[in-house]
């Protein structure tokens, strides 16, 4: 068992490049991409952990998973509004908060503005109920944090309220399942927006 020791430090290059991550790549075309693609990644990573551990850990996994997949839609959600809203200002809600239902409803907006963008791929109804299923799972997961907090930590900043005073099982395959479909249509958004800059 190892212990803090004088002359340590935390954050060094490795030795070998197969143990080294970078911080600040230059590699992508957006600040925020690589960590919405590490938050993304940890967060399923996690779940084959905990479901191949079967263990106490599955049980108390649901924090970190979901806190980790919350901060990537968090975080894609506005990096789409940064790069395509006009009227983005970091300063101001929605974009200063975290409420993703809110930042959800922003670019859901600009979407349906240039809907015709999506059309060729979509008949019209189709992209217009996969927008709506989006729309439920944003709020479903702003019912049970609405401010990034709630799989941060136990209770709220007074430490009076649990934000979770019962127990609520969660399949850690559908929760899986349904991030990866929020991150395609994202991913999709993102592909028409960046296209019709380039045309």
């Known amino acids: 068992m190892g212990y803090p020791y004088i002359g340590g430090k935390i954050f060094?290059?490795?030795?070998?490049?197969?143990?080294?991550?970078?911080?600040a790549s230059n590699f992508f075309h957006s600040k925020y991409i690589e960590y919405e693609i590490a938050?993304?990644?940890?967060?399923d990573l996690l779940i084959e952990k905990a479901i191949n551990e079967d263990s106490l850990f599955?049980?108390?996994?649901i924090y970190p998973i979901m806190f980790l997949y919350r901060q990537f839609l968090e975080l894609y959600i506005k990096d789409i509004?940064?790069?395509?809203?006009?009227?983005?200002?970091?300063n101001k809600p929605p974009y200063s908060k975290h409420n993703i239902y809110k930042l959800w409803k922003k670019l859901l907006g600009i979407v349906e503005e240039r809907l015709e963008l999506f059309l060729p791929e979509f008949e019209k109804d189709q992209f217009i109920e996969i927008l709506v299923a989006c729309d439920d799972y944003m709020a479903e997961i702003t019912i049970f944090d609405r401010n990034s907090m709630a799989f941060r930590y136990p209770d709220d900043k007074k430490h009076t309220k649990s934000f979770f005073p019962n127990e609520i099982p969660v399949d850690l395959i559908n929760l899986k399942e349904r991030m990866n479909e929020l991150a395609n249509i994202l991913c999709l958004i993102d592909n028409k927006f960046i296209n019709m800059k380039v045309l």
């Open 39 to 43: 938050y993304k990644k940890a967060a």
């Open 58 to 61: 599955l049980c108390v996994s």
């Open 12 to 23: 060094i290059s490795a030795e070998y490049k197969k143990n080294e991550s970078t911080i």
């Open 81 to 90: 509004l940064f790069r395509f809203d006009s009227n983005f200002n970091g």
